[in-house]
């Protein structure tokens, strides 16, 4: 079995992850060794995404698979874009402050975006996709599966929230199972 830095220190993000390759491929992903902490000060998720493959996969001398994702927002211009993770101190906080500046719009509609980059051991760039998953905003918090701004995006063509789907159905719309998917497909054709 093949090992792949998954370039993150967000443990659900792996778990996410590990959940949606079970039994679909013959990679193994670990988290990056200790003191993986790059400097993400790209203007796109592409350009982040990039920057913690390389930075991963230069420290573990292995391939690398990173995400940048992030919530964006029409009202907002696309933010908290990719500033989802630092829109606040707690997700908590993040979610009271998205509610908060959302109190007064009637356009609620917003997207998860994810965008993965694979690269080998050297850096150099494999394979890049791009994954969304479209809905609005919900005016309250509802469920208690996921994380990050999941308990107040409302899922289109649902009626709940991604925090009210189970790990399964989630994992089949995500922004991020749908941008993994496509590298899979990737890691099958080059065996």
Do not use: W
């Not at 964006?72 to 874009?81: E, R, S, T």
């Not at 500046?101 to 975006?113: E, G, H, I, Y």
């Amino acid at each position: 079995m093949k090992k792949i830095v998954f370039a993150t220190s967000n443990p659900h993000k792996l778990e996410e992850l590990q959940a949606i390759c079970k039994g679909h491929c013959d990679v193994e992903f670990v988290l990056p060794p200790q003191g993986f902490d790059p400097l993400e000060n790209g203007k796109t998720f592409e350009e982040n995404s990039l920057i913690k493959a390389r930075e991963a996969a230069k420290i573990s001398g292995l391939p690398a698979l990173a995400d940048d994702s992030g919530l964006c927002v029409d009202a907002l211009n696309g933010a908290p874009g990719i500033h989802s993770a630092r829109y606040a101190e707690t997700p908590q906080k993040r979610i009271d402050k998205l509610l908060n500046v959302m109190k007064d719009k009637t356009n609620r509609n917003a997207k998860f975006v994810c965008v993965m980059t694979l690269v080998d051991s050297t850096g150099k760039t494999l394979c890049r996709k791009r994954g969304e998953c479209h809905g609005f905003i919900a005016y309250s918090q509802a469920g208690t599966h996921g994380f990050g701004y999941d308990p107040i995006f409302t899922v289109e063509g649902k009626n709940c929230t991604m925090a009210e789907l189970s790990e399964e159905e989630k994992n089949l719309i995500s922004h991020r199972g749908r941008a993994l998917e496509q590298i899979l497909t990737f890691l099958k054709e080059l065996h």
